[in-house]
């Protein structure tokens, strides 16, 4: 039977009367993360974390760090939003998908990639003691997030640390997110991250 992620974390919210926890979300990029970032703000407290080895070349992950650094400081939130970030690190992309390079679009190396993003955003959210952890990733319309819930239900598991489970391209998530970039003016990417999805998109 398929999971409706969205009602998943709207009985999470529903029973957050009277808390505001703790969430870490790991975010790719300040267009997918500024519905998520507006939506979410309104119930927890927030810290944005930039991890994304995956990115190619080191002039892109940095233009999307300091797109993803200033759409914090523009917009408006109820409660306090904040970006941290792990720094440069591709071997450990290159590491993780060794022998996947030829895979498609959608497949097992952007699994593969999927699990180190999201695992260590719950090694950190552990570390800091967060309430709980999540991922921006599921705003794309390209992501299965069937796939990205499941590694985050495994994940949590490993951890110890909740996760809050969505699928935010519900509600008209994804169509918001491209009001919101217009609005402030954000940089977005045709392709991905990485360097295999950057030649996909380069293909005639």
Do not use: W
């Not at 992309?93 to 955003?121: H, M, Q, S």
């Not at 951890?159 to 809050?164: I, S």
């Amino acid at each position: 039977m398929k999971i409706n992620y969205q009602r998943e974390l709207d009985k999470i919210i529903e029973g957050l009367v009277g808390q505001v926890p703790r969430l870490l979300i790991h975010s790719c990029c300040a267009p997918c993360s500024s519905y998520v970032l507006e939506y979410l703000s309104e119930y927890f407290k927030i810290t944005v974390l930039y991890y994304n080895p995956n990115i190619f070349p080191e002039d892109e992950f940095s233009k999307r760090l300091e797109e993803q650094k200033r759409l914090v400081s523009e917009m408006k939130f109820k409660n306090p939003v904040e970006v941290t970030e792990t720094g440069y690190v591709p071997d450990e992309f290159y590491d993780a998908v060794r022998g996947l390079e030829n895979e498609p679009e959608g497949g097992a190396r952007c699994e593969k990639c999927f699990r180190i993003r999201l695992g260590r955003t719950a090694e950190i959210a552990k570390e800091r003691n967060f309430d709980y952890f999540t991922t921006t990733l599921s705003i794309s319309p390209l992501k299965n997030a069937d796939m990205l819930n499941q590694i985050g239900k495994e994940i949590s598991e490993k951890y110890g640390v909740k996760y809050l489970y969505s699928d935010f391209k519900k509600k008209n998530g994804y169509k918001r997110s491209i009001e919101l970039s217009k609005e402030y003016g954000l940089y977005r990417q045709n392709y991905c991250g990485c360097v295999y999805s950057r030649k996909e998109s380069t293909k005639a």
